[in-house]
Structures are given as C-alpha cells and as structure tokens.
C-alpha cells in the first residue's frame, strides 16, 4: 500500500513521518530526494542551470538564490517543479523498491496534491496545525524573516483544500504525545484497509 503524507510548512508532518516508521511503515522523504536529484554532476542541477545559470557556483546549487526567484515567482516555481519531480519519482521509485511486502509505504511528498503525486497512492494523510503555531516552530529552527515564512506558506495548498483531499487529518495543534496518538490512529486503520485489500 502506497500512502501519500503531506501537511504544510511547520506543521509537523516530518514528527508524523517519524511516528509512522517506529510503526513499521516504510518511509521516502521527498524532500531528501530532491536535494539527491540536484547534487552535484547531476542532471537535475544541470537542467536547473540551463533555466537559472547564477543559481550554480562552483557546480553546487545555491539554494538561496534559488528560493529567492522561485517563491517570488509563481511560473518559475512551476517551471523548477517541472524539473524536478520527475527525477524525484525516479528516485522515490527506487527506494520503494528495498521495502518489505508486508510494509505501508509513505511518501512525505510537501506538494503532495500541487503535483499530482497524490494520483499514484492508495490513501493521502494532511497534517494540519494553526498559522501561530507552525510559524512559531519555523522561526525556531530556520533564520528566515516572517515574510519569507510567509511566502513559502503562500505557495503551499491552502490547508483547508488539503483537508478536503486528503483520506486521513492529523490535527497537529497538541504536544508529541498527542501527535503521537493521533498518527497511531491513522496508521491502525491503514493496516486494516491493507489487510482488507489483500484478503
């Protein structure tokens, strides 16, 4: 079984990625893989820099530079997804290949429903938390300004569209254990809908 997991900047969906593999779901961060798609000598950086050639220095991809363009322009964002994802799914494929049978497979996938990457999975899980309190724990661990917070928010689904898509809500607005509780919930009820399909 293919699960889709997504949920907004700061709102806890690395902490429910985490609960879901001490379950036993086998989990493809597609963020990590697309930092693996633009390494350097590959030919996602490549492409990225016939598009953007000041964004490459010294065959490394500036990040920042990047993120300067793309969240102040909505068609370059589109254009740079277009680039990447389909080395992402490349990549995600490979890695779902090392997973057991009997396992759920989770894509943490933050454009899950903008990409169309929601199609491919048999459920999608949104984890969704307050504006306060996922700006509250963005500003904690990043050293971005409120405004560049607020333009990566911006260029997110809306959480309440993603309510509406999603199969399973993760309401993050508790402590860890909460969180916890709530993950544990969802993944019980995965396990069922797996052991219901493969009877």
Known sequence: MRV???????????????????LGAFVIDSDLLAREAVAPNSDGLRAIARSWPGVVRGGTLDRAALAEIVFNDPSAREALNAIVHPFVRQLAAERESHARGDQIV?????????????AVCDATIVVIAPDALRME?????NLWSEEQIRSRMAAQIDPHEARARARYVIENNGDMNLLRERTKAVYEQLTER???STE
Not at 8 to 20: F, I, N, P, Q, T
Request: hydrophobic share 40%; glycine share 16%; net charge positive.
């Open 4 to 22: 889709g997991l997504t949920g907004g900047l700061g709102s806890g969906k690395s902490e429910a990625a985490r609960v879901l593999e001490s």
């Open 106 to 118: 989770v894509h943490m996938v933050p454009l899950l429903f903008e990409t169309g990457y929601a």
């Open 137 to 141: 724990r963005v500003k904690k661990r």
């Open 194 to 196: 797996k052991e219901i």
